[in-house]
């Protein structure tokens, strides 16, 4: 099954702007729509962002999503300490063998 | 208040079986799409299977086809996943997950995980 790409780690200082990547290809986020989660240590994933740059009620706006081409980002601006956690793209894939979801591999975020 | 409440992990030898259950509560169970997603631990996150409202569609990925059948119960607003010869590979925390029917892929309550050991 295909996948998306997502550099296993980021970080930043309080107050700076981060950015996650998350590459795929024709079949998933080429033509589909891309959500985003955050896990927190020790707890369950949490929607983030829907349909590439929608947030569900109660999500800061600090938090914004793009989609261009194959390849989606995760922006987080004003970084705070609570926004350390583990970060997963996901999107529909349409594939000859699919449908199936696919998640990112994850990126770490660490608040310096 | 929405909940989601997973149950039936545990320990079981490779080639066993075991039944997860989700119960649900909180929203109207039979509106929703729903999916069981998986995660090894120190791992990342894998989606395992999904199911439409009303039971007519369900989709799993191929690690796992043969071998787990999600299925639901409406009346009893409960989802199940029915895991059939067990691999060590299996070994993971089983979350279950809701899918707004108009926001495809969008899981946007889960529950808190049912653990699932595959070992001798």
């Known amino acids: 099954q295909s996948v998306l790409t997502q550099p296993p780690s980021a970080s930043g200082t309080p107050g700076q702007r981060v950015t996650i990547s998350c590459s795929g290809s024709s079949s998933n986020i080429g033509k589909n729509v891309v959500n985003w989660y955050q896990q927190v240590p020790g707890a369950a994933p949490k929607l983030l962002i829907y349909?590439?740059?929608q947030r569900p009620s109660g999500v800061p706006d600090r938090f914004s999503g793009s989609k261009s081409g194959t390849s989606a980002s995760l922006a987080i601006s004003g970084l705070q300490s609570e926004d350390e956690a583990d970060y997963y793209c996901?999107?529909?894939?349409?594939?000859?063998?699919?449908?199936?979801?696919?998640f990112g591999g994850g990126t770490k975020l660490t608040v310096l | 208040e929405v909940q989601l409440v997973e149950s039936g992990g545990g320990l079981i030898q490779p080639g066993g079986s075991l039944r997860l259950s989700c119960a649900v509560s909180?929203?109207?169970?039979?509106?929703?799409?729903m999916v069981w997603v998986r995660q090894a631990p120190g791992k990342g996150l894998m989606w395992v299977s999904f199911i439409k409202n009303d039971g007519s569609s369900t989709i799993s990925a191929d690690s796992v086809k043969g071998r787990f059948t999600i299925s639901r119960d409406n009346a009893k607003n409960t989802l199940y996943l029915q895991m059939n010869s067990l691999r060590a590979e299996d070994t993971a925390l089983y979350y279950c997950?809701?899918?707004?029917?108009?926001?495809?892929?969008?899981?946007?309550?889960w529950g808190q995980g049912t653990l699932v050991l595959v070992s001798s």
């Open positions: 997950a809701r899918n707004p029917p108009t926001i495809l892929g969008a899981f946007d309550v």
């Open positions: 996901a999107a529909w894939d349409d594939s000859l063998n699919g449908p199936y979801v696919l």
């Open positions: 909180g929203f109207t169970f039979s509106s929703y799409w």
């Open positions: 349909a590439n740059d």
